[in-house]
């Protein structure tokens, strides 16, 4: 039995201003608060997935409010008929950014029950980054009285002869059109296109977990997974943690099909050449001196990288050229240096540009640059190493993540 299926998708009605409605992912921006205020200036009163997320960069607020009103949102959208169910299928997704022309996903739902970010449990879905269980509960509490999901998740496959998702959009004259627009504060263009032949979709997806192919790809077939992380990990685990929850109370016939057991994602191929693995830099604040001292002492390697203090502009480093390597290393320091003085802090962001412009507006902060991730690599270290340490790469910069757009009802 395959662990995919096709969602009931919701869609905002034909009324609806979409370049208004579709917001980028939650977990953007955390330390830019101008952003998500001119985001919020633009959207003014109009309907949009704004108002049914949590932006990451007020979890410091009190929650409860901000979460009650989700709820609310979430409610009356459905019962005023802002979001729609336009049936079983599934969502061809083209993307287009200012960095990359052109790039594929495909919307679906997963059986959760198929997920696990623990490496023993052998799980079809597997994290590609360690997961802080502390992240979990904030989150749960967002999600525990939704009455709908609109996730942000990104699932990779390794389909290296491109046979599913290439081969829907060679053929996307022949779908009906759902959406096409510009997504708002630079996010690029977005399209949209049903896809009902969703028996066929399955049955290529599942051929990806044939042994013989596997062994082809991997060197041996000991390790079976059909689907990575690549974005998202902590809301996946998120509700996998609602759905353990529920289903105690649950006979095995509800269990089968009940809609908090699948989660609505957006699968892209590894190798799609529009997807770019981009590194994770780390910005640092209320460090002192000693932190320039210590971290001179750990960095070497091969890659050019670099940190970046207001004033004193960019400093060349040399850290390993090895992503997983030059991370861990970063990271063990930054959390070391975290314990012993505890008004430190770290935030993880996108693109140089924005580093600079973080660390500019925060003072005694340090940026520091990472060398990017092969992704060539992700499914042979996933199977034969475990995850990555955490915020190794991204999938894209910040303007590109995946905005807001499909949603399902979990209740």
């Not at 905002?12 to 921006?29: E, G, L, T």
């Not at 500019?360 to 996933?382: A, E, H, M, Q, R």
């Amino acid at each position: 039995m395959s662990i995919i299926k096709a969602p009931k998708i919701l869609m905002p009605n034909s009324k609806i201003d979409m370049q208004k409605w579709a917001v980028v992912a939650c977990d953007q921006f955390t330390s830019q608060l101008d952003y998500w205020q001119k985001l919020t200036d633009y959207v003014g009163d109009a309907p949009s997935t704004l108002k049914i997320i949590f932006p990451e960069a007020y979890l410091s607020r009190e929650n409860q409010p901000i979460i009650d009103a989700i709820n609310a949102n979430m409610k009356k959208y459905l019962e005023e008929g802002v979001i729609e169910e336009i049936g079983e299928c599934m969502v061809l997704v083209d993307r287009s950014t200012s960095l990359t022309p052109h790039r594929l996903g495909l919307v679906l739902s997963v059986d959760l029950e198929a997920y696990s970010f623990v490496r023993k449990d052998h799980a079809l879905i597997r994290a590609t980054e360690g997961t802080v269980i502390e992240r979990i509960p904030p989150r749960k509490k967002i999600r525990v009285n939704a009455s709908i999901e609109i996730p942000h998740i990104l699932l990779l496959i390794d389909d290296r002869e491109q046979k599913i998702i290439e081969e829907l959009y060679a053929n996307k004259d022949k779908l009906e059109k759902l959406y096409d627009f510009d997504l708002n504060m630079g996010g690029g263009h977005v399209t949209g296109y049903k896809v009902t032949d969703t028996d066929t979709v399955i049955k290529k997806f599942d051929k990806l977990l044939d042994k013989n192919y596997i062994k082809r790809l991997y060197g041996d077939d000991k390790e079976i997974m059909q689907f990575a992380v690549g974005d998202g990990n902590h809301s996946l685990a998120t509700a996998k943690a609602c759905w353990d929850s529920i289903k105690g109370d649950l006979t095995e016939e509800q269990r089968q099909n009940h809609p908090a057991r699948y989660a609505l994602v957006e699968v892209q191929n590894v190798h799609d050449q529009g997807l770019v693995f981009e590194p994770i830099h780390r910005a640092v604040f209320n460090v002192q001196p000693d932190f320039i001292e210590g971290f001179s002492k750990i960095v070497g390697g091969e890659a050019d990288c670099c940190t970046y203090t207001k004033g004193e502009g960019i400093k060349q480093i040399k850290l390993p050229a090895n992503a997983a390597v030059a991370v861990a290393k970063v990271q063990d320091y930054i959390d070391e240096y975290i314990k012993t003085h505890p008004n430190a802090w770290v935030d993880y962001v996108h693109g140089l540009n924005d580093l600079k412009e973080v660390v500019d507006n925060n003072k005694n902060s340090i940026g520091i640059t990472l060398p990017p991730l092969n992704k060539s690599d992700l499914f042979n270290y996933v199977l034969k190493v475990g995850t990555f340490p955490r915020k190794t790469f991204s999938m894209g910069e910040a303007a590109e993540k995946r905005y807001y757009v499909e949603s399902k009802k979990i209740k």
